[in-house]
């Protein structure tokens, strides 16, 4: 996961006060999280204790594992036929969460990566693992996600670096993206605002916290 560019930090300080109402986010998050294991494995599926090498870039900070356990558990009753799933990992880093629903059997796995070493990392580990189901995309995150049409996604993960601001509008690309009824997963450093996730058509259907960090479920509205 990489942080954006100065132009993109411009347009999004004039994201409106509605849309920053969307989840409220602790302004010293990069000073409360502790730092990042050397690796992670994937937990389950196919590719069950494949180690994915956590790299020494700026803002990079994988979900850990019980923490993929808990979600992936929280999938299991929630989307239990996984064969037919898109997946898309908006700020994919290791490619944890992306790697970890390939191997559960996601029918597609788009990630999205800007850092150039952590996109050639993901080469590796996809070919390594003979994933075709993988899809590979260097890019801004933002940029990116405003290409594709709406609702070309089951399910969207988002963990941009808790030093930066993206989560509000990346949350609203995600709720754009997702199909009726998908779901978004979401970490944060403070717990999300219901009400104004209620105006973007989002539940919230799953919470947790590990730490100093939230995590989330959201279903987008089937209406």
Known sequence: MMREKR?????????????????SVSKHQSANVTNAPRQVRIIGGAWKRTPLPVANAAGLRPTP???????????AHLMP????????????GTGALGFELASRGAQKVTLVEQNPALLAQLARIKQKLSATQIELVAGDALATARRWPEASFDLVFLDPPFDSPLLVP??????????????????SGAPLDESALASRGLEIVRSGRAGRVFFHLLRRATQ
């Open 65 to 75: 594992d019980r923490v993929r356990e808990t979600l992936f558990n929280w999938l």
């Open 170 to 187: 990346a949350l609203a690309e995600a709720a754009r993206l997702t199909c009726p009824g998908g779901l978004i997963y979401l970490e």
């Open 81 to 92: 036929e996984m064969d037919g799933v898109r997946g898309l990992d908006l700020f994919a």
């Open 7 to 23: 132009s993109d930090r411009g347009r999004l300080s004039q994201t409106g006060r509605e849309e920053e109402s969307a989840v």
